[in-house]
């Protein structure tokens, strides 16, 4: 899921290696000592990497989103860790079925219509009341809530931990 193109500096050669990955498989193929550095200089995951991280880390949180490899936040964890609501991928990956995606929504609007029509708001509601709610103002007014986000692609998404 999470993949490292990791680089021996001294011979300026790397390869790809598909996390989770011991250290020691790493120094082995790269030909590296035990005190070398080494470079990552691309990467292949399905969320934005602003930064590499600690390699310790990215293995502990492929190990965790190998569990959850269908889950829809996957693809917005690196998104949310720099909105702030995690300090870490790490952190996102911990708490990753704490993110509702609402991946019909594209608007606050159709985040209000279909919060209602979830919790059963509307039933018993006769239809010529219902046709006027206005769910442009409530969306606005659910969109002031801290635990909701906007992603870059339009979904919605409710982080609730």
């Known amino acids: 899921m ?6 021996n500096p001294l011979f300026h050669r790397g390869r790809w290696f598909e996390l989770p990955v011991r250290m ?4 082995e193929k790269l030909s590296l000592d035990e005190f070398d550095d080494y470079l990552v200089t691309d990467y292949m995951a ?15 949180v492929a190990a ?9 936040a996957i693809h917005y964890l690196g998104e ?7 300090s870490s991928l790490l952190e996102a990956a911990e708490n990753i079925d704490d993110i509702g995606v609402y991946s019909d929504c594209h608007s606050f609007e159709d985040y209000a219509e279909e919060y209602i ?4 708001y509307l039933q018993g509601v ?5 046709w006027h709610i206005d769910y442009e103002e409530i969306g606005r007014e659910l969109s002031m ?3 909701l986000y906007q992603a870059d692609d339009g979904v919605i998404l409710d982080v609730r931990y």
Do not use: C, K, W
């Open 64 to 72: 965790l989103l190998a569990e959850e490899e269908h889950h829809p």
């Open 126 to 130: 006769p239809e010529l009341i219902a």
């Open 46 to 60: 399905p969320f934005q990497l602003t930064n590499y991280e600690d390699f310790d880390q990215m293995n502990a």
């Open 117 to 120: 029509e979830e919790l059963g």
């Open 24 to 27: 020691e498989e790493v120094r």
């Open 2 to 7: 999470i993949e490292l193109y990791i680089e």
């Open 80 to 86: 949310l860790v720099s909105y702030g609501f995690f």
């Open 145 to 147: 809530n801290p635990n």
